[in-house]
């Protein structure tokens, strides 16, 4: 693998463990250029920097024991492709729903594009049923 291929799965997999695990979102700001974009099927609009770490923290909050593990990473020139699975406790308020006391586990994948050694661009894709179902708001049924 080129150096800077296994560089780029190096500084992603530091960051990620840093920021989801332990929620230090200042990871980010070596990680991901100042005009970084996230991308979700299930959110209207993109997210850049600081509203992506907004958004880790609120979930750390209500899954303060969240753990995310990496599954697959395959690292392409300058594209990464992480597989991944969260488990947590939901013991503080999420989307205005209480805290349930449930176990949770999501899983997803993460397509980044790398411009130099920062992310400049993500697509994130999970299904939020399986959140939904495990906090025992709707049924997940399979069709």
């Known amino acids: ?19 989801w695990d332990r929620g230090e979102v200042a990871a980010l700001d070596d990680l991901l250029a100042p005009d970084y974009v996230r991308r979700s099927h299930s959110a209207s609009t993109a997210q850049n920097r600081e509203e992506f770490a907004a958004s880790v923290l609120a979930v750390r909050d209500a899954f303060p024991d969240l753990r995310t593990s990496i599954d697959d990473m395959l ?9 991944w699975h969260s488990l947590g406790t939901h013991t503080g308020e999420f989307l205005g729903v209480p805290p349930t006391g449930r176990p949770v586990r999501v899983s997803g994948a993460t397509f980044s594009r790398f411009d130099g050694d920062r ?23 399979v069709d």
Do not use: N
């Open 1 to 19: 693998m080129p150096v800077q291929e296994e560089a780029r799965r190096a500084r992603l997999r530091v960051a990620w463990e840093a920021v």
């Open 119 to 141: 992310i400049v661009e993500e697509w994130v894709t999970w299904d939020p049923r399986q959140l939904l179902s495990a906090l025992g708001i709707i049924p997940l049924t």
């Open 75 to 83: 690292v392409d020139g300058d594209r990464v492709a992480v597989r």
